[in-house]
């Protein structure tokens, strides 16, 4: 059974930085890709971020390039999202989703979710 | 950007048909996937590339994507469908845009 369970979500001050992990089991982890989605209380889903499975390939939305970071480490099977400079609008419940087998830039959905990790970014 | 755009809010009588819309500039060019969101859970599929269902998701769940518009249909809609829908696309440049999502609600 694919699981995919997300950590590191927590309460932090503006500027503040945090790392989520998402430990994956169930699925050989270095073949796929896999991205980070977020959902902020009430809204709707936003795509934060994909990393391919060798990981060659590496994309963020252009809203958030140069403060979150996502990286692997297939050895360990978890995907990670490092996030600075955080600010209130970052609030959100944070997903990992796996991409399904066609891969990252063939128009694969993400066909496993995760529980998702809440972020509170607040003074 | 890509931007995909969906109705706030559909209603629908239980054993009824709904239609759900996803409008982007020429989306009949993409693959469309739908995914439905229960309150306090994660995302499932339930749709991919315009038409085929995952294993496990019941037939009543159909897709069409022709032009700019792409319909999730749900025949014999149920209770237990009541949920928010969102439907993605994949877009070269900034990969996978949602679409601003339908709460269905089942009357």
């Known amino acids: 059974e694919v699981q995919l369970v997300e950590s590191g979500g927590g309460l932090v001050k503006p500027g503040g930085s945090l790392r989520l992990s998402c430990a994956a089991s169930g699925f050989t982890f270095s073949s796929y890709s896999m991205n980070w989605v977020r959902q902020a209380p009430g809204k709707g889903l936003e795509w934060v971020s994909s990393i391919s499975s060798s990981p060659t390939y590496i994309n963020s939305a252009d809203s958030l390039k140069g403060r979150f970071t996502i990286s692997r480490d297939n050895a360990k099977n978890s995907l990670y999202l490092q996030m600075n400079s955080l600010r209130a609008e970052d609030t959100a419940v944070y997903y990992c989703?796996?991409?399904?087998?066609?891969?990252?830039?063939?128009?694969?959905?993400?066909?496993?979710w995760g529980q998702g990790t809440l972020v509170t970014v607040s003074s | 950007s890509y931007e995909l755009t969906q109705p706030p809010s559909v209603s629908v009588s239980p054993g009824q048909t709904a239609s759900i819309t996803c409008s982007g500039d020429?989306?009949?060019?993409?693959?469309v996937c739908w995914y439905q969101q229960k309150p306090g859970q994660s995302p499932v599929l339930v749709i991919y590339?315009?038409?085929k269902r995952p294993s496990g998701i019941p037939e009543r769940f159909s897709g069409s994507n022709s032009e700019n518009t792409a319909t999730l249909t749900i025949s014999g809609t149920q209770a237990m469908d009541e949920a928010d829908y969102y439907c993605q696309a994949w877009d070269s440049s900034t990969l996978y845009v949602f679409g601003t999502g339908t709460k269905v609600t089942v009357l």
């Open positions: 989703a796996r991409v399904g087998p066609g891969g990252l830039y063939s128009g694969s959905p993400l066909d496993y």
């Open positions: 590339e315009d038409t």
């Open positions: 020429k989306l009949g060019d993409k693959y």
